[in-house]
C-alpha cells in the first residue's frame, strides 16, 4: 500500500497480557518517542483481561448494564480517545496497537483503516473463513457477524490503538453492550466460523502481525518479547498509577 525504497522493519513487542490502563500509557509514551524519532515503527501485540472502552464520542449508552455491575462480572470500564463506539476486550482476543508514522507509509487515514481490516480478512482466510470489511460499519465482518473491531487515534499522522480480533474470546462479555454502537448484530470468533482446529493463539498472533507487516509493505519484522522491553513497560504501569 506503499511505493518502495529502502528496508523498512516493524517492531513488533509481543505483551501478553497487559491491563488496559497500562497499554494505554505506554502507547502514549510510545507515540511521543515516534514523534521524536527515538523509536521506529512498531507494533504491540497483546491481550487484556476483560475490559469495556468508550471511544471520544460520549456513548455510555451502548453500555447496557450498570457501571457499578461491571466490577462483578469481572471487569473493567476505560473511556478512551480513540476513534470508534463501545466494544469489548478480553482473554483470547488478539489486540494489535501499531505506532506508525503515516507519513512514513505514504497513507492517509481512510487507507490506514483498510489496511488493519484487510489484515484481518487475510488472518480468517486461513482458517476457512470468509470476512470482509464492514464499508460503512468499519471492522471485519462474517456475514453479519464481526469478528474484528477497528478503533484509531491518529495524531500529526501518527497511529495509536488499532485492531481486536476475535480469536475465541468470552462472548458473552458482549451481550451487556451495543457492541460498536450497531444495534442488532451478533459478534463471532474464529473458532465459532473455523471448521478447522485453530492453533495456539500466539500462532495467530504472529499471523495478524506479519499480515499486517505485509500490508503496509515494511521489509521484515523484529520482535521483541515482554523482557526487552521491560523497562518501557515499568515506565508506562508506573505513571499509570501517578
Known amino acids: 500500500m506503499?511505493?518502495?525504497?529502502?528496508?523498512?522493519?516493524l517492531e513488533a513487542w509481543k505483551l501478553g497480557v497487559v491491563k488496559y490502563g497500562d497499554a494505554l500509557k505506554l502507547q502514549e509514551r510510545l507515540v511521543a518517542e515516534r514523534k521524536a524519532g527515538r523509536v521506529q515503527d512498531l507494533v504491540l501485540s497483546l491481550q487484556h483481561p476483560p475490559t469495556y472502552t468508550i471511544g471520544k464520542r460520549p456513548t455510555d449508552h451502548n453500555l447496557l448494564v450498570p457501571e457499578s455491575s461491571l466490577e462483578g462480572l469481572g471487569a473493567e470500564l476505560h473511556r478512551t480517545e480513540r476513534g470508534g463506539d463501545i466494544t469489548f476486550h478480553g482473554p483470547r482476543q488478539a489486540v494489535l496497537y501499531p505506532i506508525l508514522s503515516l507519513r512514513d507509509i505514504g497513507l492517509g487515514a481512510r487507507r490506514y483503516v483498510e489496511g488493519l481490516e484487510a489484515a484481518m480478512v487475510e488472518v480468517a482466510s486461513m482458517y476457512g473463513v470468509k470476512a470482509r470489511p464492514g464499508g460503512a460499519c468499519t471492522g471485519v465482518w462474517v456475514g453479519d457477524r464481526k469478528i474484528g473491531?477497528?478503533?484509531?487515534?491518529?495524531?500529526?499522522g501518527f497511529t495509536c490503538h488499532g485492531l481486536a480480533?476475535?480469536?475465541?474470546?468470552?462472548?458473552?462479555?458482549?451481550?451487556?453492550?451495543?457492541?460498536?454502537?450497531?444495534a442488532n448484530k451478533e459478534v463471532t470468533s474464529l473458532r465459532q466460523e473455523a471448521a478447522v482446529e485453530l492453533p495456539p493463539d500466539?500462532?495467530?498472533?504472529?499471523?495478524?502481525?506479519?499480515?499486517?507487516?505485509?500490508?503496509f509493505r515494511f521489509s521484515d519484522v523484529q520482535v521483541k518479547d515482554d523482557s526487552?522491553?521491560?523497562?518501557?513497560?515499568?515506565?508506562?504501569?508506573?505513571?499509570?498509577?501517578?
Open 2 to 9: 506503499s511505493g518502495g525504497g529502502a528496508r523498512r522493519v
Open 228 to 242: 526487552e522491553c521491560a523497562e518501557m513497560m515499568i515506565y508506562s504501569a508506573t505513571t499509570a498509577q501517578q
Open 202 to 215: 500466539e500462532v495467530i498472533h504472529d499471523q495478524l502481525v506479519q499480515s499486517l507487516a505485509t500490508t
Open 165 to 182: 480480533f476475535n480469536i475465541d474470546p468470552d462472548l458473552g462479555y458482549f451481550k451487556h453492550i451495543v457492541p460498536c454502537g450497531i
Open 149 to 156: 473491531a477497528i478503533g484509531v487515534r491518529i495524531s500529526s
